[in-house]
């Protein structure tokens, strides 16, 4: 590991944050932290933790990848019909965590999961791999198959499918975007006493910062 990698990723931790050196958008601070991680070699920074709650109240969380986010919220791609696709069809509250542990820190947020539109989902999907297009057509549904031998005889059936001309955007598979209500920003420190600090939505869309108790 170099040198310049230790110096920065102790810079970020031994610093504390201070109130007035946030920014008022929390989609700005995000964008700053993101920029750190990656420039700190945090390891797949985009990896974030989806938690989905069913009718019932029974909450699942699995990791997904985050593939774009601005203003408007943190975009990621589904199966419709997955587990996590029926909760958020029935239930569109969900929580994302980014956990970047090299730097001591995560970012929670809260917000609503709105499918994207056919077309958005579709310019994203020309941006894949063959292999990952086909890719997502085998995953649209968390169907049972008995072996890794049928998943592999099925992934081959799929390429010679598609093995010519342009690969079709899968019915049930697509973009969801979070659009947040709500985000923490939490940075450890060796000292044993983290900063956090929350980002809430008001009615005319402006966000009120708060210090939260660690």
């Not at 944050?17 to 797949?44: D, G, H, K, T, V």
């Not at 791999?129 to 072996?147: H, N």
Request: contains cysteine.
């Amino acid at each position: 590991m170099s040198e310049t990698l230790d110096d920065l990723r102790r810079h970020i931790i031994e610093t504390p944050m201070q109130r007035a050196n946030l920014c008022s958008n929390p989609i700005e601070q995000f964008a700053q932290w993101w920029q750190q991680a990656e420039a700190a070699a945090q390891p797949q920074p985009q990896a974030m933790s989806l938690a989905t709650a069913d009718t019932a109240g029974r909450v699942s969380s699995r990791l997904v990848l985050l593939r774009a986010f601005d203003t408007r919220g943190f975009v990621f791609f589904s199966g419709y019909e997955t587990k996590k696709g029926r909760d958020m069809a029935v239930n569109a509250q969900v929580a994302l965590l980014f956990p970047w542990l090299l730097l001591q820190r995560q970012v929670r947020v809260e917000g609503t999961a709105v499918q994207l539109s056919a077309a958005e989902s579709w310019q994203y999907f020309l941006t894949r791999s063959r292999a990952s297009q086909v890719g997502a057509w085998l995953t649209q549904t968390d169907g049972v198959v008995s072996s890794r031998a049928l998943l592999k005889s099925k992934w081959a059936e799929m390429m010679h499918r598609f093995q010519q001309g342009e690969i079709p955007l899968p019915t049930a598979w697509g973009g969801y975007r979070v659009q947040p209500q709500y985000l923490e920003f939490w940075q450890g420190h060796d000292d044993d006493l983290p900063d956090r600090f929350a980002y809430t939505r008001q009615a005319d869309s402006s966000w009120v910062v708060a210090r939260l108790l660690p």
